[in-house]
């Protein structure tokens, strides 16, 4: 479906919080219930602290993530 300008600010519903070290993307509402009862989608991206971490691919911290 295509939307107009207009359509396109309206339906604008970014969330994302931004700290010295790192940023959320996301696009869940802010409140708890939204957490606990919907599924969604969300990304943090943060400075790496150490030289290791700086080298790094992306595939690399994702796996990280999931194999502890």
């Known amino acids: 479906k295509f939307f107009s300008p207009t359509q396109k600010h309206v339906m604008n519903h970014n969330r994302f919080m931004v700290s010295d070290r790192a940023i959320y993307l996301g696009n869940l509402d ?3 219930k939204e957490f606990t009862y919907n599924a969604g989608a ?3 991206i943060s400075h ?3 030289i290791k971490e700086r080298n790094n691919s992306v595939v690399e911290q994702l796996r990280a993530v999931f194999e502890r």
Do not use: N, Q, S, Y
Request: aromatic share 12%.
């Open 48 to 50: 790496p602290e150490t």
């Open 42 to 44: 969300g990304l943090v």
């Open 30 to 32: 802010w409140v708890g």
